[in-house]
């Protein structure tokens, strides 16, 4: 994605290009990153890992309290916390989620990679 075409989704649906708008309007997901999930290895990830599958929604909720980093951006799923969005790249993520624009995850993928760090893809999309 283009810094231009990111800036314009975090000013909203009105700023998108034509073809972004278009499918918002029929209901489409707008793609806004693909990231790893950080530190599985310190929650329940491994707990609930074999449950997982790619496709799977995961929820997005911001901890403006944790300690280490008041812009975190958590990651769950079905209420087991896997880890969190790479602080990396929570910027535009939890800009649209404290403006309570409608940010969605999923699984896009899995590995059984000994890094952690490769173990659980997710992709971030804005949903209309």
């Not at 929650?43 to 496709?55: F, I, K, N, S």
Request: proline letters at 9%; zero cysteines; glycine letters at 6%.
């Amino acid at each position: 994605m283009s810094r231009r075409t990111f800036l314009k989704a975090l000013i909203g649906l009105a700023g998108l290009p034509v073809a972004a708008r278009l499918q918002a309007k029929e209901n489409r997901p707008i793609p806004i990153q693909q990231s790893p999930v950080a530190g599985f290895q310190y929650h329940r990830g491994e707990e609930v890992w074999p449950l997982l599958q790619a496709g799977m929604p995961l929820e997005l909720r911001r901890e403006p309290e944790n300690r280490y980093d008041r812009k975190a951006v958590a990651v769950y799923w079905q209420g087991a916390q896997l880890g969190y969005v790479p602080r990396a790249e929570n910027h535009a993520v939890r800009t649209m989620l404290d403006r309570g624009q409608p940010v969605k995850a999923r699984i896009s993928a899995l590995s059984p990679d000994a890094n952690p760090w490769r173990r659980i893809q997710m992709e971030i999309y804005l949903k209309s």
